[in-house]
């Protein structure tokens, strides 16, 4: 079956810090990868992805690189900042197949000045 | 990126009654949409699969009579939460998958209280 197993939380960092938020996964065949984010209060937005390996997410400094043989797609970021706080999820779609998403059960990140 | 609009945002009601959210693709067509419910600190938990112009598919272990799903065109789907009771108190999102990307994008959700 398909999985997604995240790194749990929550993680604290102080401003400028290197973040990493391990996700590694279980699929068969060759899934799609995301990273989705959401602030307090609000549905998810979609971060990055990835669709084959070693393609490289990125977006808004953050970046994820899909690597097959260690079935990996790790978050990060160089200089965290206090309105990187929120929730990420790391997520799977399966392809040719069911349509779903398979989440992660997602990780706090907290940032402070 | 494309834009899924979710409303409304927030809604009170009392136990007994029912309630509508509505899910909208702005920018794009959607056949497929999803709803999905999030206990609080916690993952998404996918309550069904809305497909344009047939019933809806829900996973195991959600009332179909309770969360009526509607999905009448290629840009509305609709949950209503039928006779509310406390218990259905939580954080209701829904997603619309955009075909060439394969990609799911999300409404901000509806935070429903049952008093």
């Known amino acids: 079956g398909n999985s997604v197993t995240q790194m749990e939380g929550p993680v604290t960092l102080s401003e400028e810090a290197f973040l990493t938020i391990n996700c590694t996964y279980t699929a068969t065949g060759y899934p799609s990868l995301f990273w989705y984010v959401q602030y307090p209060g609000e549905g998810l937005q979609l971060l990055l992805k990835?669709?084959?390996?070693?393609d490289k997410g990125s977006n808004k400094g953050f970046e994820a690189t899909y690597r097959k043989e260690t079935t990996s797609f790790h978050l990060e970021k160089g200089s965290v900042q206090v309105s990187d706080s929120a929730v990420y999820f790391c997520a799977l779609s399966p392809r040719g197949g069911s349509e779903k998403l398979v989440f992660g059960k997602g990780t706090k990140l907290t940032v402070n000045p | 990126g494309a834009v899924v609009s979710q409303h409304p945002s927030w809604v009170i009601c009392k136990s007994g009654t029912s309630v509508k959210i509505e899910c909208r693709s702005l920018?794009?067509?959607?056949?497929?949409m999803f709803w999905y419910r999030q206990f609080p600190k916690q993952s998404l938990m996918l309550m069904a699969t809305s497909n344009e112009g047939s019933k809806a598919t829900y996973e195991q272990g959600v009332e179909k009579d309770k969360f009526l799903i509607n999905h009448a065109s290629l840009t509305l789907s609709t949950l209503t939460v039928t006779s509310a009771h406390p218990e259905d108190s939580s954080f209701y999102i829904c997603s619309a998958r955009e075909l060439a990307e394969n990609i799911q994008y999300f409404g901000a959700g509806t935070r429903l209280s049952v008093l």
């Open positions: 990835a669709t084959k390996a070693d």
């Open positions: 920018d794009f067509q959607a056949t497929t």
